[in-house]
């Protein structure tokens, strides 16, 4: 057995919660909202590079901020200084680390269901 990598994480709340999580993924990160299967609750599937990688789920009983368990999601990205400058057009505070074992850099913040998001930057020292 192995693992791979990530194939998606799942974010469940509100309508009006999830409305504006799709927008942050969408507007801010840059995934793209594609084709869903016909779940019982309607959501978004969100892609990067051809995979749904971020799964919205609708669900009026999840109140917004009690997701504990979800630290964050670490996704690869590539352009650290636009990302730089397009959270900061945004006001999307954020916090860098460089990682020079790795020899990358990472952006550290949260969207607008308190979920950490973690973007990892490879040869962008």
């Not at 057995?1 to 927008?23: C, F, R, T, W, Y």
């Not at 009690?66 to 990302?83: I, M, R, T």
């Not at 900061?88 to 860098?96: F, L, R, S, V």
């Amino acid at each position: 057995m192995k693992i791979k990598n990530i194939d998606h994480i799942n974010i469940s709340g509100p309508s009006d919660l999830i409305e504006q999580v799709a927008a942050f993924y969408i507007d801010i990160l840059g995934l793209t909202a594609g084709e869903r299967p016909q779940f019982s609750r309607p959501g978004y599937w969100l892609y990067a590079s051809g995979a749904a990688i971020v799964h919205l789920t609708v669900d009026p009983g999840c109140q917004a901020g009690n997701n504990s368990h979800l630290n964050h999601v670490a996704l690869s990205a590539e352009g650290l200084q636009k990302y730089r400058n397009h959270l900061a057009a945004n006001k999307i505070p954020y916090q860098e680390s460089a990682v020079k074992e790795l020899k990358q850099t990472q952006l550290f913040l949260k969207d607008p269901a308190d979920n950490g998001v973690e973007l990892n930057f490879a040869e962008e020292i």
